[in-house]
């Protein structure tokens, strides 16, 4: 398949808030138990990984977000942004950012709805543009049901070689209640406007690329989604090969006796030379060092013909969306030791000795107080 799927504090209204709270609680003004989705922390697009903490969920538009929840964002202060919430009609109940107050932070803490209703299930992000440099626009929140589930089918610019295109069945349901059980049909394709069939065989809808992913049948497969999900078809599309080198640029052998730079499969049958489209592959094969040569350990392939490569360069499978021939080459890091230290009786080891040494390291060691 082709294409990519691609603060100011208010403190007076914080103590207005929390007094309503309290009178509520008092007069028996109806307040929800619960609500159902988590309260996390939530980072739009276009941000650097330092803007926000570890764990952080992408936030996108849809999504329900429970109050308390820390949606982080860009500096925004240069930008004319707004965030509102606003009921089912449209009215506006509390607006925090607007064009004119664009003296921001960095974050924003989900509203507390002091009017809400039993059935109220947390804060949908109903609309959300952000600039390209990660800094809200603009974001509208509205309540969201308890129990409520989105389905958004992601068709948009995937087609294929012969020029038919992915549409969704328009017979698929959009939303469910959870509990309830919906059929989700296969995708469609067209060409011409037509639909078209036996063209392309579907694998199913899926909520990722990874290969070992089970497609979604009905609703009952998406009964733990947070309020909102987003759906992929994949389709089976043409075959692709798989070639394997050492990082020096050679190719490697298939024969497990010979090795190529020092380096040869651990076991060649777990290492195919095609992959399908549409279904990917899981678990590529290891490679090995040369065990009479030298102590290296194997870190993973990756398509770099580069020793510095990050964790995010690593391939240990080929996702679902892929369609080109690739080259892998085979990366090893030094084996590490450690490092024991014995002094004399009354000695002690310098502080700043190391524990571990790589293989082929040099390394300088402290003086201690014993022999």
Not at 132 to 153: D, F, H, R, V, W
Not at 168 to 191: C, H, L, Q, V, Y
Not at 198 to 209: E, Q
Not at 284 to 290: D, F, M, S, T
């Amino acid at each position: 398949m082709r294409g990519e799927r691609r603060k100011r504090s208010n403190r007076f209204l914080a103590l207005v808030l929390s007094f309503i709270l309290a009178f509520g609680s008092m007069s028996g003004l109806v307040m929800p138990e619960t609500v159902k989705a988590d309260t996390v922390a939530y980072h739009v697009e276009s941000m650097d990984q330092s803007e926000y903490p570890a764990g952080a969920i992408l936030l996108k538009a849809g999504m329900v977000v429970a109050p308390g929840s820390v949606v982080y964002f860009s500096d925004t202060k240069l930008t004319k942004g707004k965030i509102q919430y606003k009921d089912t009609a449209g009215t506006i109940l509390y607006e925090p950012y607007n064009d004119q107050n664009n003296d921001y932070s960095t974050q924003h803490t989900v509203w507390t709805w002091p009017d809400a209703r039993e059935d109220f299930g947390g804060w949908r992000v109903t609309t959300l543009s952000v600039s390209s440099g990660g800094a809200i626009t603009n974001m509208i929140l509205q309540p969201a049901k308890a129990g409520e589930i989105l389905i958004n089918y992601i068709t948009d610019n995937q087609w294929f070689d012969d020029e038919s295109i992915v549409a969704n069945d328009p017979e698929n349901p959009t939303s469910f209640m959870s509990g309830e059980t919906k059929a989700i049909r296969d995708a469609i394709i067209k060409k011409n406007g037509v639909s078209v069939s036996d063209t392309h065989r579907f694998l199913g809808w899926f909520l990722s690329n990874d290969p070992e992913e089970k497609a979604v049948k009905n609703t009952e497969d998406l009964a733990d989604a947070p309020g909102y999900v987003e759906l992929l078809p994949y389709f089976e599309n043409g075959n692709y090969n798989i070639k394997y080198y050492s990082v020096s640029g050679n190719e490697l052998s298939f024969d497990s006796d010979k090795y190529v730079d020092h380096v040869a499969f651990a076991d060649s049958t777990k290492n195919p030379t095609t992959y399908t489209e549409g279904r990917g592959l899981a678990n590529l094969g290891p490679a090995k060092w040369n065990e009479h040569d030298g102590y290296y350990d194997f870190v993973g392939w990756s398509q770099y013909y580069s020793d510095d490569i990050d964790d995010e360069d690593i391939v240990t499978s080929i996702p679902r969306s892929w369609d080109r021939d690739i080259v892998l080459f085979a990366h090893f890091a030094p084996r590490r030791f450690n490092i024991k230290y014995e002094c004399g009786e009354g000695g002690s080891v310098s502080d700043n000795n190391p524990t571990k040494y790589a293989y082929e390291d040099t390394i300088a060691l402290g003086t201690g107080d014993g022999e």
